[in-house]
């Protein structure tokens, strides 16, 4: 038989599921009502005189684009030096760990075995 708590979580995945989903379809309608409205040419000038015409919404989309791969290459950089630091603690725990299993069994070792 299920429990209480079973079936409560089960129908609150789902319902999180079509929360989820409303909150992107609203969120899709948002951005190609910005889109739309958003559609005027720009042109965006170069050094040596080069220039770039395009839509508005293009050149916002490349530059959120942009700012997205630097957010993630930053992130990255971030990631790679904890996981640095947490490979260094993990192998300093095991050097730790061998050394205190060693020094048990020392400490196991009575005296009077080592003389005879």
């Known amino acids: 038989m299920l429990s209480l708590r079973t079936v409560l979580f089960a129908n609150i995945k789902v319902i999180m599921r079509y929360?989820?989903?409303?909150?992107?379809?609203?969120l899709f309608l948002l951005l190609l009502?910005?889109?739309?409205k958003n559609d005027q040419p720009v042109v965006l000038r170069y050094f040596f005189g080069y220039e770039w015409s395009t839509s508005l919404v293009v050149v916002l989309l490349c530059f959120f684009t942009l700012g997205i791969v630097m957010g993630l290459l930053a992130m990255f950089a971030t990631l790679f030096r904890q996981r640095r630091e947490?490979?260094?603690v993990k192998r300093e725990l095991k050097l730790k760990?061998?050394?205190?299993?060693?020094?048990?069994?020392?400490d196991s070792i009575q005296p009077s075995e080592i003389l005879t």
């Open 19 to 26: 929360l989820i989903w409303s909150l992107r379809v609203v």
């Open 33 to 36: 009502g910005f889109a739309v």
């Open 86 to 88: 947490l490979a260094d």
């Open 97 to 106: 760990n061998k050394l205190s299993e060693i020094d048990s069994q020392h």
